[in-house]
């Protein structure tokens, strides 16, 4: 099998890397960036210079792109690709999944969305794991393609289960996220070495797989991925009360909050900075 990686930033030039090493499949890619191009090029990738370039030269796409616009108009642009499997790795909507869907099989071609959790870490030491959506065969025939790069490939369901997956993976992050900060930040204004407090609360019943990787949360997609989740709660009709609560205030949170709250002497939380407690205030001896 033949595999092109359409989108070769961070992550997809990771998960290329380790489908040719891995599995030993020819691996090309494409992007819109020449630096890209190249660095795909000193990784032992074939780098293609045009998407019908790459649609004559493999028989599965790996669409590692930024947003659903982005996804559409590849899968647009693959339509010379006969009987090709196209994989979608983005994160997007489930209702763009079941919108390409018809157009796909009316050329003969198939499509399986696959998002991944583990972010940029996963991608380069290949333990993400891959939510398919799809039909069996469909996800069956990829499968030794993204176990390349993927601690477990599930099969999550019907066409968009995995996006569906992935967005109840990502609210529960940015849940989490909130949490966390709001926790530590008690712990920051009663005088306590919040990096400290992080360690204790892991080996805690309140631990979280959030807190474990704080340190390399870079808040880059928390609106979009927020918006997703809401959009769905909302036209399936679901009152999500915390999410909304979620969606706001992880809007205003950075990486460089987080890195001030457990290392810094004080914190900023909602516009509000918090500075330990004096004795004399009710802080501790």
Known sequence: MRIAIIGAGEMGLAMGGHIRRKGGFEVSAFDINQE?????????????????????????FLLVVANDQQVIDVCDGLSKAAGATIVVAAT?????MLALKPRIEAR????????????????????????CGG??????????????????????GPLGAGQIAKSCNNLLHWIHCVANFEAL????????????MRE????CPGTNGTLARWDTTRFTWQEKDMDVTMDLAQKAGLMLPLSGQVDQI??????????????????????????PLAASEGGLA
């Open 36 to 60: 890209r191009l190249q660095q795909a090029f000193e990784q032992g990738l074939l780098p293609k210079e045009s998407l019908d370039d790459a649609a004559s030269s493999a028989d599965a």
């Open 185 to 196: 930040l008690i712990a920051k204004r009663y005088g306590l070495d919040t990096q400290r």
């Open 92 to 96: 997007i909507s489930p209702e763009t």
């Open 250 to 275: 992880i809007k205003t949170l950075k990486a460089a909050d987080v890195k001030e709250l457990l290392y810094g002497a004080e914190a900023t939380y909602l516009g509000r900075t918090v500075r």
């Open 135 to 156: 039909a069996s065969e469909d996800v069956e025939r990829v499968r030794p393609v993204l176990s390349c790069y993927s601690r477990d490939v599930v099969h999550v």
């Open 108 to 131: 003969g071609q198939h499509l399986v969305d696959a998002p991944v959790v583990y972010g940029a870490s996963g991608a380069r030491e290949a333990t993400l794991l891959s939510l």
């Open 200 to 203: 204790i609360l892991l080996a």
